[in-house]
C-alpha cells in the first residue's frame, strides 16, 4: 500500500483547510485508516481515525472542528480542518492499518500563523 498526502499549506488562524490521503496498491486490505500530527521534540499524536465501516473518533483537541471522512471508491482519506489554531501547526500525516503492517504516508506541513 502506498499513501499520497496532499493538501497542506499555511493557513490562517480561524481559517479551514482540507486534507486528502490517496492510498494506491493492495488496498483492498486496508481496515482502519487515520491522520496523525508531529510537531518537532514531540511525539506523533492521533488526529482522528475512521474505521472501514465509516466510524470515527478524534482527539480532543479537534473535536467540534475537524472532520474525518474515507471515500473507499476512491481509496481517499480526508480530513476536514475548520477554525484552525496555531497549536495545530504541525507535519500531518495519513495512516492506513492492515491485518499485518501499518503503512504512512510522506507527511504535509499545515502551517497556522497570521
Known amino acids: 500500500v502506498q499513501l499520497q498526502a496532499s493538501g497542506g499549506g499555511l493557513v490562517q488562524p480561524g481559517g479551514s483547510l482540507r486534507l486528502s490521503c490517496a492510498a494506491s496498491?493492495?488496498?483492498?486490505?486496508?481496515?482502519?485508516m487515520g491522520w496523525y500530527r508531529q510537531v518537532p521534540g514531540k511525539q506523533r499524536e492521533l488526529v482522528a481515525s475512521?474505521?472501514?465501516?465509516?466510524?470515527?473518533n478524534y482527539a480532543d483537541s479537534v473535536k467540534g472542528r475537524f472532520t474525518i471522512s474515507r471515500d473507499n471508491a476512491k481509496d481517499t482519506l480526508y480530513l476536514w480542518m475548520s477554525n484552525l489554531k496555531p497549536e495545530d501547526t504541525a507535519v500531518y500525516y495519513c495512516?492506513?492499518?492492515?491485518?499485518?503492517?501499518?503503512?504512512w504516508g510522506q507527511g504535509t506541513l499545515v502551517t497556522v500563523s497570521s
Open positions: 495512516n492506513a492499518e492492515t491485518d499485518w503492517v501499518d503503512y
Open positions: 475512521i474505521t472501514d465501516g465509516g466510524v470515527t
Open positions: 496498491g493492495s488496498t483492498f486490505s486496508i481496515n482502519d
